[in-house]
């Protein structure tokens, strides 16, 4: 969680820029909230340790908010950040690979779940019987590792669900296990299934090339929450070891001030001064990598660990040392699988 990471480094977020005092000189102790659509700038200041019992109380309260099975502000920006650092990790990782190797890449994978007759038991029910054992057979038949889902429900109709895999499955394979496990729990008429018999079309499953791609599906699919009916228990869950994924937050170097500068100034950029940051938002149609190498090969080495530490933990344990930045020049000449590092 962001809160749990804001807490784990001891840090009290505090304005960076007075309203009435805007320059560059006021730029020190600033860290800088990198994504692929905008840059924000806070400043950090040190701040007592926060007692165990705080912590405890701080993850109380957002679990309490998480079963309420309706989507809040802050559901939605944890979701927003954790799908973000993973997917567009992943297509990084696709983006400077060598060529030879692409077929043995992790590939997202967009997933829609939906109930085949009327719904007669209730939502917790159904994700337990249902949609946690079609992520089971994911995991176990077809290699998926790590996985998330939203569970949504429109007013007077059934629950289905928004999922995202890290393993391309086939579309015939999808539809035939989400059904054979509809037909264990009344939901689909029971047959044997297979390549010509795969049951009702229930699923759908959606292929996303790009990264902005995959970030525009996540922003339509698993952040809406237009007129939805209220679902019992969580709304939403992944995979463990995503829970704590953050975009990158760095340290903003003097080096950078004048690259900050130059974005303040560029056409098409939106400039917000709030009371404890300020953002920096690009032009609608842009990304990172097409206004600001800078800040780009900094998010580039970012990501670029997190992959290595969430699918090559025995590699990440090597390269944690190294500098990120030279990782992402190996990865651009395309060397890095030729490295001592994996000898």
Known sequence: MVLARILQIGLLIVSVFPKSN????????????????????????????????????????????HSKGVMTDTLRKKMTEILETWISCIYLEKKYMPVS????????????LTLSKEQTHDDNYIKKHLLFRFIEVLVAKYGVKYYFWRAEKKEGKRIH?????????????????????????????TMAFDDERMGFNSTDIEKVSDCDGALHYISKYCSKDEKNQKINGHIWG??????????????LLPEYYNEVERLRRRQG????????????????????????EYFYDLYTSD?????????????YE????????????????NSFFQAELWT
């Open 318 to 333: 090597k390269i944690n040392k190294l500098d990120f930045t030279e990782l992402v020049e190996n990865r651009k000449q």
């Open 161 to 189: 669900f928004h999922l995202i895999v890290d393993k391309y499955v086939p579309w015939k394979s999808i539809r035939m296990e989400w059904n054979n496990i509809q037909s264990l729990n009344g939901y689909h008429p």
């Open 101 to 112: 190797v692409k077929s043995f890449l992790w590939y997202p994978t967009f997933i829609t």
């Open 22 to 65: 805007k320059t560059l000189e006021n730029m020190s102790n600033v860290v800088v909230k990198i994504k692929n659509s905008s840059l924000t700038m806070y400043r950090e200041c040190k701040i007592k340790e926060i007692t165990e019992k705080q912590k405890i109380s701080y993850e109380s309260n957002f679990q309490k908010a």
């Open 238 to 251: 992944c995979s463990t070891a995503l829970k704590n994924l953050t975009v990158p937050i760095v340290e």
């Open 269 to 292: 950029c939106e400039v917000r001064f709030e009371e404890y940051y300020e953002c920096i938002y690009f032009p609608k149609g842009s990304n990172l990598e097409r206004v600001s």
């Open 303 to 315: 990501l670029l660990a997190t992959f290595e530490k969430l699918y090559n933990s025995n590699t």
